[in-house]
């Protein structure tokens, strides 16, 4: 008995072309709306660590200079990592998230992508975004390294 057959069921092929028509632009989108979203959640966020400095005289506020990551790192790992493989920005642009070898991206894939991300464009703004316009599958630097792609619906 081999299940070959209903194992690639869910496989998506990455050599169509059409998966990727319009992926750069539309990647472009979805992170500004991703970003917008971090941003809104960081405001209820930053009213309880005010909260919480007033009840820890002042200690609590340190938690300002870690806001970011705090609420950035679980909205990646459970929306990228989550059933629909994409953020709601990503969503939103008709994308999703592939891994190359036909396995599901998981939570921790998911923040170890958006943490690459992170540093990589802290450090190599402009190497980042150029690699996406020599890959074939449109992919950027943190796609090639851990062997995902960005895909349409």
Do not use: E
Not at 11 to 23: I, N
Not at 140 to 151: A, E, I, P, R, Y
Request: hydrophobic share 55%.
């Amino acid at each position: 008995m081999t299940f070959s057959s209903s194992a690639s069921f869910d496989r998506r092929p990455h050599d169509d072309a059409r998966l990727f028509d319009g992926v750069r632009t539309r990647r472009m989108a979805a992170f500004v709306i991703d970003y917008a979203i971090v941003a809104l959640l960081m405001i209820p966020a930053s009213i309880l660590i005010f909260f919480l400095g007033i009840v820890t005289l002042g200690l609590g506020w340190g938690l300002y200079a870690i806001l970011f990551p705090l609420i950035a790192v679980p909205y990646v790992g459970f929306t990228m990592g989550g059933r629909s493989q994409g953020t709601p920005g990503m969503r939103a642009m008709g994308l999703r998230i592939d891994r190359l070898d036909g396995g599901l991206v998981d939570p921790v894939l998911a923040v170890l992508h958006g943490v690459i991300f992170w540093a990589s464009n802290a450090l190599l703004t402009p190497a980042v975004l150029l690699v996406a316009l020599f890959t074939p599958r449109k992919q950027l630097l943190q796609d090639l390294l851990l062997g995902t792609v960005v895909t349409r619906r």
